[in-house]
């Protein structure tokens, strides 16, 4: 038995085996996202998992057209979040989403849908959906993998450890990605929240204090702002520091790098770049100012 452990657990790291708890309905990430014109919802605990979708009026719920939505692959998939573009028009119905390949598949995934029918339509309307999905069959099992859509919802990014994406609506058939440690200036950096508006992005996550005498993660705050080429770059960071003496100045938050609701975070910015960071596992929520013509400085 001894000598077979190492290789198993070898084994287990090349499938990059991902077996989520759907007892958990908000783990790994938002499971629900909305705007003025539709709300969409992934439910990873029904069986066949499917998506929700809602449009409005919300308030008139006998006037709203309403859906179940099954994944094009039932077995094989597990979402993480869901995202839309708070300005989308009415016309702009289609909703972005990010997970893991799950039942020894390996691999990432962003994908898109969109509903090409009318509100006024019967139904049911998955008749009216079209599928966009692409993968990153290189990547291994992240513990962490958030999405960030921009205020349009023409674009969506993936962030994680080990990578960032680019997917946009209107090129479906493309997946940009890179090496995390080519954005990241922390290369242990793990996202927990992100936001991006017209001009920049905020996201916030822990970074491993590689000095420490004890396994310690800290938290901090990345200012992001757009490179021609579209790719997210930190221009600004912000890191919490606990007031010595308080019950927060004790916390090492060794256990940071595995999945906890407890190391959830919040982020949110308005369109006058004001800031709203949260981070529950020290009470504490945090407003920034950015200057939205020359977004560079993360100011507390």
Request: aromatic share 14%; charged share 15%; net charge negative.
């Amino acid at each position: 038995m001894i000598l077979w452990l190492p290789i198993l657990l070898f084994i287990d790291h090349l499938t990059g085996d991902f077996i989520p708890n759907k007892n958990d309905y908000d783990a790994y990430g938002s499971k629900t996202a909305f705007n003025d014109h539709f709300l969409v919802q992934v439910q990873n605990d029904k069986n066949p998992s499917t998506f929700l979708l809602h449009f409005a009026p919300y308030e008139n719920i006998e006037e709203s057209l309403e859906c179940f939505i099954y994944f094009p692959n039932l077995t094989n998939h597990y979402v993480h979040s869901v995202g839309v573009g708070r300005r989308q028009t009415q016309t702009e119905r289609h909703f972005f989403f990010v997970g893991e390949s799950v039942n020894d598949q390996v691999g990432a995934f962003i994908g898109l849908v969109k509903y090409n029918g009318t509100e006024k339509e019967s139904l049911p309307c998955s008749l009216n959906l079209s599928y966009h999905l692409q993968y990153l069959h290189s990547s291994h099992y992240q513990k962490h993998y958030i999405l960030g859509v921009d205020p349009r919802g023409l674009i969506a990014y993936g962030f994680s450890n080990e990578f960032v994406l680019i997917f946009e609506a209107q090129s479906t058939d493309t997946l940009e990605s890179w090496n995390g440690n080519l954005t990241w200036p922390d290369a242990s950096f793990v996202p927990h929240a992100v936001d991006i508006s017209e001009k920049f992005g905020v996201i916030a996550g822990f970074i491993y204090r590689a000095n420490s005498t004890n396994q310690q993660y800290d938290p901090v705050i990345y200012l992001i702002n757009f490179n021609s080429s579209g790719h997210p770059i930190v221009v600004d960071e912000y890191k919490p520091v606990a007031t010595p003496g308080t019950w927060q100045a004790l916390l090492t938050n060794s256990d940071a790098n595995t999945y906890s609701a407890k190391y959830d975070m919040s982020a949110s910015i308005n369109e006058n770049g004001d800031v709203l960071v949260g981070m529950q596992f020290i009470n504490r929520v945090f407003l920034f100012a950015v200057n939205i013509t020359n977004p560079i400085n993360l100011t507390y």
